[in-house]
């Protein structure tokens, strides 16, 4: 699956960023499957939900496997995973998740049972539904790697309601899935490399960009022409700010899907940040046209009409915070400047929405902080205005972006910031 990575917001004692959660495919990876239809299903994507219905009722789809005389339960449980297995992989949803949940009722100790009803229930939207079952596969038997992977997928690409609790569970299932499957004497190389692609997309997720790329490369040295997984190390080096990389990555997955949205989107912010402005558009339209959904135009407003939100968020707030930002510039700018993004180490990635510069208001300079910048907030146009879809989502962008720094400026740090909501 291709996707974006979602950022996590880093922190460092001088310079703190506010990273933008990037637009996320609709369509989920497809739930991985058990290992008994895992060959056949390779590739295949689950049919597009639109977008905000939430899910649609279960459907009523009637299991066709019949009973037959004299068969034991045993036989019959058999019967009715295969059938399941194969109306997954023919994106039969409701008759995966009928005959699943049929043999589920019939052995309740089967994981593979809960392992398909979890996929399908995840690819028909039923999110909840799906938690519990894997939860189910993995209370039965919290070791295999076939199952720690779906779940892992689930967990990491698939859930709407993504947050960074979810990517930590992602990523720990993950990594006991590459445990476990390293384990075996002959370990299954594509289950292996499977497994640590999603280590790194979460660890990408989680903002941690550096530490994804061993797990991405680890990915590939098991699957060379792992097309996901090049594209995650493009994400991973884009966000690092290797930016001549990461440009190569995503011309290699073009070179395997020239009608890859994710990879035109990406070259176009590549070759803005490298001063190419007319191969950067060409992608960022093309990548609008392969899928308008996820790359509409930018909300971009004038830099006035911008300031007259900030002033407005200004003006509500406690005559305490108020006082705090005296003194303390707001700047608007389009795009983060390079010396701000490798303030710290790892770097911001790129699609930073706003930094905080400088010691917070309740901390002193001493001397070690002599190469500390002056107090100073600053939110970026162009980023922001790529984080939305609406004149409204914008503004409310905007007021929590601007909230996020004005916590670092009073001393908050990033979990403290989560607990505020303003993360």
């Known amino acids: 699956m291709r996707r974006l990575a979602v950022c996590a917001i880093l922190v460092a004692a001088s310079c703190r960023g506010d990273s ?4 996320q495919k609709d369509t989920p990876a497809k739930p991985l499957i058990p290992p008994a239809a895992a060959a056949s299903s390779a590739g295949q994507q689950e049919p597009v939900r639109a977008k905000d219905q939430g899910p649609q009722p279960l459907p009523v789809t009637e299991c066709p496997v ?11 449980v058999d019967r009715l995973l295969d059938r399941a297995n194969a109306a997954f992989d023919a994106n039969r949803l409701g008759e995966a998740w009928t005959c699943a949940d049929r043999a589920a009722d019939l052995e309740p100790a089967s994981v593979e049972a809960h392992h398909l009803r979890a996929a399908a229930l995840a690819g028909l939207g039923h999110e909840g539904e799906a938690e519990v079952a894997y939860t189910m596969a993995l209370a039965l038997d919290p070791e295999d790697p076939e199952t720690l992977r779906a779940a892992a997928d689930f967990y990491i690409n698939v859930k709407s309601d993504k947050s960074k609790d979810s990517l ?42 550096d530490e994804a790329l061993p797990r991405i490369d680890e990915a590939l040295k098991l699957q060379p022409n792992l097309t996901d997984a090049i594209h995650e190390r493009g994400v991973a080096l884009f966000n690092l700010g290797r930016l001549d990389e990461a440009r190569a990555e995503f011309t290699r997955v073009l070179g395997d899907d020239p009608d890859d949205p994710y990879a035109h989107h990406f070259l176009a912010l590549v070759y803005e940040w490298q001063g190419r402005a007319a191969d950067a558009a060409a992608h960022e339209q093309r990548a609008r046209e392969l899928d308008p959904t996820d790359f509409p135009p930018p909300i971009l407003i004038s830099v006035e009409e911008f300031r007259g939100v900030v002033d407005r968020v200004i003006a509500q707030q406690s005559p305490e915070r108020k006082k705090e930002l005296e ?15 490798i303030a710290v180490d790892p770097p911001f990635p790129p699609t930073i929405l706003g930094l905080y510069r400088g010691l917070p208001k309740n901390q002193q300079p001493t001397a070690a902080d002599k190469d500390v910048p002056p107090r100073a907030i600053v939110l970026y146009r ?33 979990d403290d910031l989560r607990r505020r909501n303003l993360d």
């Open 382 to 414: 162009l980023n922001l205005a790529r984080a939305v879809k609406s004149r409204a989502e914008l503004d409310e962008q905007i007021e929590r972006t601007l909230l996020h720094e004005i916590g670092h400026l009073e001393g908050l740090d990033e």
């Open 66 to 76: 019949g009973d037959q005389a004299g068969e034991d339960a045993e036989h019959l």
């Open 168 to 209: 930590w569970v992602g990523l720990e299932l993950a990594r006991r899935g590459s445990a476990r499957a390293t384990a075996r004497r002959r370990g299954n190389a594509q289950l292996r490399a499977n497994l640590a692609l999603l280590e790194g997309q979460a660890l990408d997720d989680l903002g941690k960009s």
């Open 327 to 341: 003194g303390v510039p707001i700047e608007i700018v389009d795009l983060p400047a390079k010396a701000d993004l």
């Open 20 to 23: 933008a959660p990037a637009p």
